[in-house]
């Protein structure tokens, strides 16, 4: 099953106690309190304004909010606040949130004149197409240099031994209509630019670089007053960018960034076969650090944790030691700007602090999910099919068609299609003279469609397809020189839905079930083992709308005569 972040606030209306129902002695100025957890009218006063009026759906957030403070006091009692993982996302969590502020406090300052746009402008004219290469070794990169010197083209080089797939995939290729929307590494190197020039090798982020010119072109540009507004957010935005390496480089300078090649050679070492994922590492190794600064370091287990934690389509390297080095120095980076934004006390402005706690108990949530609810939620096959049998008359499985079909390419291979339909032939027997058509064949077939619904095929096409027997065949058009041929195979008869058919949704309900129960027997039984404040004064005021409330009052002030 999958986790879900609040879970609690989500989940079908848990109805822990009735509207009505009030519980004393909570904090001074408390609207919720659970055993030593208060909630104040200003945690949760701008949620309630939108349900203002509607008293069922006041209700059902009360409860959710008093649901889930209760799970939170049973994760604290049960230490899930101190677990090895709430602490390291706590700290990731956390650590996003005031490198985003980090950045904003510097990169904000940055502003731009109108005079650099004018400037930026007059200098515009000149297209430009490159090929760029880069890589870490520099003595790689000197041997590659000769060869371009000598002739040789340095797309090869990119193309066969660039540093990431976008390069070899490119072959370094870079076109760009204005040489000065490079990127910064290139930007001072392609100004004074002539086409057949050979640049570098210079130093880059991830080692040295060399650029080839291709072609070179000039144009003339759109008047400033109206090339100016798309010019201004792209410079500002470049001076910030700026700004940004500047102060990350002067930070790797000043905090003396370490790693230790020995534990990043472990963890290459216990990389999976593709290179993304690690193996088990024993506790002791967990613990061993892997990079170090100046006031702090990071575990392996820290780093492999945050690598692992990685969007799929991020790229990963975990076999390669430099790749990991880059990236524990770059997850170093990233805590001494935290670091930074603690000292300037942005951690400190309210809207920060509460993101920051709200992150913080996301995290013990997550865990007591794992921990106290998914462990609890245990499918068996007989309430499996008690559910199927509950819903599946709301699946019906519509009718679905299984057609042979073939790509008529051109208006020959129509012609020819024609000719063996009007004779009575078998256009599968004239197989080899046609094309298949794979966007709508099963897997592995050459003939054989997907079982199509009617909402699957244009509408233009469904009432011919639709209307054929077993064995009928039609030609439609796809445009003015493409056709597909198709023969109806078979027909799958509207039904009931099977357990197969629907086994996904059945499963998903059975889980739902199953969590809804989970969660209102903690509820029930967590409500008795700790204190429960309920300020019912207070809700009861988000039961009647303002406008209602206004007019109210307005009649209850005049004066009767």
Known sequence: MKKKTMLFLAVA???FSACGQNFKDGADGSVIAVGERSVYPENISESFERYRGDSISVCVLRDNIVARELFIAHAVDLGLENDKEVVRLTHERSRELLQAQWHSHFLDQVELGNEVVRDFWERMGTGVSYTSFYHEDSLLIDSVFTMIRDGE????????IG????????RGQIHLSERNFANIMDFEHLVAAENGDIIGPFPAASGWRILQIDSMWTYTTEPFESDSQRLAPMLLARAREGRKIFLEDSLKTAFDIQVDMDVLNLMAENSDAQGVLF???????????A???NGGSRTLYSVTENIVGLPSFFPKETGDVSWLADYARTLVLFDIQMEGAILLGLDTIPSVARRIDAKHWEAVLDKYYDTVISVRIVVDSV?????YLDIRDDYPIEETRVFHVLFLEDSGRLEIAEGIMASGGDILAAIDQFEIFPPILAEGEETITLPLKASMVPENDRDVLFNLIPGEETIIALSDSTSLWLRLDKINEEHI??????RERIVSETEQKLETEVIESLIDSLSGEFHLYIDEEYFRDFYISLEVDSISTANDSMEVI
């Open 153 to 160: 083209h340095l797309s090869k080089f990119s193309g066969e």
């Open 497 to 502: 839905a099977l357990f197969d058919d629907i």
């Open 383 to 387: 309430l499996l099919n008690e559910v």
């Open 13 to 15: 209306v848990i109805m």
């Open 291 to 293: 990079v170090s600064w």
């Open 279 to 289: 193996g088990i590492f024993q506790p002791e190794e967990e613990d061993l650090v």
């Open 163 to 170: 540093m990431d797939e976008m390069m070899r995939r490119s």
